[in-house]
């Protein structure tokens, strides 16, 4: 690499799409884009370790539009995306610089209408795809990927938390052998080093190591609640903090989602709702609102946060405890950015303790979650020891930091979180099942859970009131019904066969 910044231009970069970036006041690359762009002009396979928000998207984005034909066959790209916020974004960086080469973009992801979608894949040189919904539109033969020369993976380890590893295998069957692969992770280790070797051929590896003036501080605190009531009187105390900024509270369910900021709203605190039920422009204006300041408390489910990179979140909440030490750190890691200071605070209940214990340990943050007395929360300093990719050290009592990675370097390997003992630290195996367009599990199964209670507390309502308990002999029913006996079958009740 060369000791001074090269432009856009030195790294082999049309004019048409130099011009194009300099129309977005981009002059110069950022050190992924140097580390990238030739390898790919050259029509190499590259591996890249680089953390969110280092700018990976022009890095591949840049070199592919200039490598593609706008007359040739359609379409000749394909970008794969865990969500459809990240979906959404990789189109709007690539817009400008796709139209100045007369190539046409388009996104494809659930949640909206599939139909303007096909409409706009027939044209496009290059598709932007969650794997879900790519398969449907395989399934409806609305996309022929035979004529791909790129294919991306954009944060391939998120698609493999996520469970997308059987369609995205299922995908890249359907596409041309001889063909360039891109591989985008913030590890390379793992999983997500063993599909990287795969689907490449021959691959130049890459590694961004985070700058040091990007390495935050988190003070990780956790608060023993004696009961799921008490969260919202808790949650109040931290909206109302003093130091309180730009607030993301996580929570494990849409509907639960949408009850807090309801029941936020009714303490006259302003918050909205961001989870997979909303419409994608209901989410981009709740993230731009947030991101603009106008809007300081955003309750998101932990999917629908993926997308955001948001440099200035001063605290992130754990409303709902995380379900794993992967999730704990995916949530945490969106404070504390950019070299600044971030506070975590998670709620716990008393049959959490345990579970919440343990990835206490596996991420080094135990002792602070010991620390906190039942009903209080823990310490606020930031421990010597444990901060998020902070170095084992000595604690000499003082309430100093220490520094970590960047938070969003936090996969398996030497830039996830590192307990007190090197090498103590475990990963959680992702055993999750496939989900399409980023429907995580914590909440289908919510949402199950939640249909079933509606479901029983039908049934009770449907019941006939005021009469006697039946006795303990059968009462002969007729066929089909699932009422009480005499009553015929209750009003809106399902056939045995539909009932699940």
């Known amino acids: 690499m060369q000791n001074s910044p090269a432009t856009f231009a030195e790294l082999g970069v049309s004019e048409t799409v130099v011009d194009a970036l300099v129309a977005r006041n981009i002059t110069h690359p950022f050190p992924v884009q140097e580390l990238v762009i030739r390898d790919v002009l050259d029509g190499t396979d590259v591996l890249v370790q680089s953390p969110t928000g280092s700018g990976k998207t022009l890095a591949f984005g840049v070199p592919m539009v200039d490598r593609l034909d706008s007359n040739g066959p359609r379409p000749a790209a394909l970008i794969l995306a865990p969500t459809r916020e990240l979906a959404s974004q990789i189109v709007d ?43 449907d539109l395989i399934e409806r033969r609305a996309i022929d990927l035979s004529a791909v020369r790129i294919l991306v993976l954009d944060e391939a380890d998120r698609m493999l938390d996520m469970g997308f590893k059987p369609p995205v295998d299922r995908i890249v069957s359907l596409l041309p052998r001889k063909r360039q ?216 009592g003082s309430p100093r930091r220490s520094r970590r990675h960047n938070p969003n370097s936090h996969r398996k390997g030497s830039q996830g979180f590192r307990a007190a003992k090197p090498g103590s630290a475990t990963r959680e195996a992702a055993g999750s099942t496939p989900r399409r367009d980023g429907e995580e599990r914590g909440e289908r199964s919510g949402e199950r859970g939640e249909r079933s209670e509606r479901h029983r507390a039908g049934a009770r309502t449907h019941a006939p009131a005021g009469k006697p308990k039946p006795s303990n002999h059968k009462q002969p029913r007729s066929h089909g019904d699932s009422g009480p006996a005499g009553n015929g079958p209750r009003k809106g009740a399902k056939p045995r066969s539909q009932q699940g």
Do not use: W
């Open 93 to 135: 960086e690539m817009y400008r610089i796709c139209h100045s080469r007369a190539l046409k973009i388009a996104a494809v992801y659930g949640g909206v209408g599939i139909h303007p979608q096909i409409k706009a894949v027939r044209k496009a040189h290059i598709v932007v795809a969650t794997p879900g919904r790519l398969e």
């Open 181 to 396: 692969t891109l591989f985008f992770s913030a590890t390379l280790e793992g999983a997500a080093g063993k599909l990287a070797a795969e689907y490449t051929y021959q691959p130049r590896t890459h590694v961004q190591a985070p700058a040091t003036d990007d390495l935050g501080e988190i003070s990780h605190r956790f608060m023993h609640l004696g009961s799921q009531n008490a969260k919202l009187p808790a949650l109040l105390h931290v909206l109302r903090g003093e130091e309180r900024g730009r607030t993301l509270v996580f929570v494990r369910t849409k509907r639960g989602a949408d009850r807090l900021v309801k029941k936020l709203t009714d303490q006259r605190e302003v918050a909205q709702a961001m989870h997979g039920d909303k419409s994608q422009a209901q989410r981009q204006r709740a993230l731009a609102a947030f991101e603009r300041g106008d809007l300081q408390t955003l309750v998101a489910t932990d999917v629908a946060a993926r997308g955001i990179d948001i440099v200035d979140v001063t605290h992130v909440v754990n409303f709902d405890m995380p379900e794993d030490s992967d999730t704990y750190t995916h949530r945490v890691g969106r404070t504390g950015r950019a070299g600044a200071d971030g506070d975590a605070i998670t709620f716990v209940l008393g049959d959490q303790r345990r579970e919440m214990r343990s990835i206490a340990k596996t991420v080094g943050v135990f002792d602070q979650f010991d620390a906190a007395s039942p009903g209080e929360p823990s310490s606020p300093q930031r421990d010597a020891r444990h901060s998020v990719g902070g170095e084992a050290g000595e604690r000499d």
